[in-house]
Nanobody, 121 residues
């Protein structure tokens, strides 16, 4: 069974930073592409960033490039999402994802429970 455990969400003022973490089993971490999606109230879930298992190739949503950084720690089987210069429109539930190489949330195989990020203006 694949388990993804997220942490690091919270309330932050606009312009601030947060770092999200997603811990997985070793097998999961080395078998799947890991990524982050988010879902704001009343909106569809959207792709944020992803990182591959070999070489650490990354991809970001165009609108988030330069502010968000995805990284991985192989020793800890953990993926991180560093979010800087946060804006109120970044407010959403952020989900860790594991699965195939895709930006379509409908094709993701496994999800974490989600962590709330709230950015105040």
């Amino acid at each position: 069974q694949v388990q993804l455990v997220e942490s690091g969400g919270g309330l932050v003022e606009a312009g601030g930073s947060l770092r999200l973490s997603c811990a997985a089993s070793r097998r999961t971490f080395m078998s799947y592409v890991m990524g982050w999606f988010r879902q704001a109230p009343g909106k569809e879930r959207e792709f944020v960033a992803r990182i591959t298992w070999s070489g650490g190739s990354t991809r970001y949503a165009d609108s988030l490039k330069g502010r968000f950084t995805i990284s991985r720690d192989d020793a800890k089987n953990t993926v991180y999402l560093q979010m800087n210069s946060l804006k109120p429109e970044d407010t959403a539930v952020y989900y860790c994802a594991a699965g195939r190489l895709t930006t379509d949330w409908r094709l993701i195989d496994y999800w974490g429970q989600g962590t709330q990020v709230t950015v105040s203006s």
